[in-house]
């Protein structure tokens, strides 16, 4: 990994890497939180990038409900244990990181769907833009993205959580404005509870949809 994003996610991909296998062990015991929504938000049998696919859960969901599905994160430690956890999928798993550093098998192609769960709290104001950008790049026309953002997640001090990861909790219409801007349209917006039932953390489920751009102001001008 290069110092731009070592730099970027600092003590968080540390965290990351260092309690892998905590990591790996808890997001396995429970299943998908998105294992009856999938069908729902994505096209079926279409290609779906799971970006921060930590233990590799949703990425095997994904397979067995027909979708063509492929992960990447930016702790090696935690792509290794789901490629070791999931040997048949270790084709499928990739370190990468946003904004930009992404495996080219992944870059060099238009994806129908993008899921990012839970990561876009650990990405610092100034490269969310170029974070959102990256989206926006590897989705096909009319491809659609699920983001999960934290609405309320308790002990958050200064942009920093008791793990010491970077943890910056927006409202979810900041990230609604900033996607609208960038060229998607909201397509649903949903409040959950937590996944692993942990006590005072809830979510914000957003789904946008890529919209077709071609007559209009270049991207590149907003």
């Not at 991909?13 to 729902?40: C, I, M, Q």
């Not at 709290?121 to 950008?133: S, V, Y």
């Not at 909201?186 to 006590?199: K, P, T």
């Amino acid at each position: 990994m290069s110092k731009k994003s070592a730099d970027l996610y600092d003590h968080t991909l540390d965290y990351y890497n260092s309690n892998a296998a905590e990591t790996f062990r808890l997001y396995g015991s429970k299943p998908s939180p998105y294992k009856d929504r999938f069908k729902a938000y994505f096209k079926a049998e279409s290609e779906i990038l799971d970006i921060g696919s930590g233990s590799g859960r949703d990425v095997q969901t994904l397979l067995e409900q027909g979708f063509d599905a492929y992960g990447m994160d930016a702790s090696e430690e935690l792509i290794r244990l789901s490629k070791s956890g999931f040997k048949e999928l270790a084709d499928r798993f990739k370190t990468g990181s946003l904004p930009d550093e992404i495996p080219d098998t992944f870059s060099n192609r238009e994806w129908d769907g993008i899921l990012c769960s839970a990561v876009l709290q650990h990405i610092p104001d100034n490269h969310l833009f170029d974070t959102t950008f990256t989206f926006h790049r590897l989705l096909k026309i009319g491809g659609r993205l699920l983001v999960t953002v934290p609405l309320t997640y308790p002990g958050i001090i200064n942009d920093r959580d008791a793990k010491d990861r970077l943890f910056r909790i927006r409202p979810a219409q900041e990230y609604v404005f900033l996607f609208e801007r960038i060229g998607f349209q909201l397509v649903s917006q949903e409040e959950r509870s937590d996944g692993l039932n942990r006590g005072g953390i809830s979510w914000s489920e957003l789904l946008f949809q890529k919209k077709d751009l071609s007559g209009i102001r270049a991207i590149d001008g907003v």
